[in-house]
């Protein structure tokens, strides 16, 4: 895992949105998979600015979302289609026909998901995943205790997932209590992982997932196992790393190996 731990989640946003940028100007038919909520905003926020301003082109790009609430229709305000309409695909030139977020009202959910793995199968596989993390340590609606070699399915949400989840919904009875999500396994086939987390609340899953053990039990240290994963941290989510000065010599090494002042 690379961590880089920014001032801010602006600069870490950004950080974010140069890696995606460049991933598409190097590829543009590039596989993007897409989170939700709060933490990735300010990343959309920039890709939208960097197609305004500097004509970041989306039109060939594909994309797959981590996830959807059960029973939400696309319309729904709080649906997962809904938050990607309104905070990236509309402002952006990508196909609307090449976006996919999981059908919450899918009737068989057992053959929906693998019919989601296949679609991101046949488009090529996922090049780059965006990830957040919730204060229990799952990835996508990954909970606690979900299988870390687990596919497309159904899940119950986790009783704090509720509770913070309950900021969008005005009140905690309104919150669907099931989501189809991308599993574990679906994440780690992704061949580069970019996952962002920002503010105190985070500080101890994501030291939990960088630094603890593998388990089930905090799904993000799953992914551990990937080969090649960005985590993005500002300095509030990366106040518990132990070896915080350790990851900020790797950047500054990085930093000279591009600056050419070490061959
Ligand atoms: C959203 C998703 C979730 C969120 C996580 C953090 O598609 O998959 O895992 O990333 O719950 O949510 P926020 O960013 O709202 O703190």
Redesign the pocket.
Known sequence: MRVIIEPSAELGSQRAASIVAQLVRKKPRAILGL??????LKLYQELIRMHQSEGLDFSRVTSF???EYVGLPPTHPQS?RHFMTENLFRHVNIDIRNTHVPDGRALDYETYGSQYEAMIEEAGGIDLQI????RDG????NEPGSSLGSRTRLKTLAPE?IR??ARFFGTEEDVPRLAI?MGVGTILESKKCILLAFGKD?AEAIAATVEGPVTAQVTGSALQFHRDVVVILDEESASQLQRRSYYDEVEEAHRRLQSGEVK
């Open positions: 989170a939700t909520g709060g933490t990735p979302n981590l996830d997962y990830l957040g993390i919730g799952h990835i996508a609606f997932t913070d989840n999500t985070k």
